[in-house]
């Protein structure tokens, strides 16, 4: 039987998960419902951060990998470098 585990917080977001072979995930939102945190049972870990309006600007891997997101003239998210990133929000 492939049994599932799941587990919810009190706004309805996904808080964890375990499925049939062990593998588990563990997740984490700010005050706004936005993901914030992954962990699994692998030791692979991801991080969001959020602007003042709520999107997406930022990202961490487990792996060292760092990812810094703009939304262009059609709101389109698009990658950019951590330089770019720096001279938006400094502006």
Do not use: P, Q, V
């Amino acid at each position: 039987m492939n049994e599932i585990i799941e587990k919810f917080d009190k706004k309805g977001n996904l808080i964890y998960s375990k499925d049939s072979e062990g593998f588990e995930r563990w997740i984490e939102y700010n005050e706004n419902n936005k993901f914030t945190h992954y962990k699994d049972s692998h030791d692979f870990e991801i991080r969001h951060k959020y602007d003042k309006n709520g999107k997406i600007n930022y990202c961490k891997n487990t792996n060292g990998e760092e990812f810094w997101y703009k939304r262009d003239k059609d709101n389109i998210m698009i990658k950019i470098t951590e330089k770019e990133f720096n001279e938006i929000n400094n502006a």
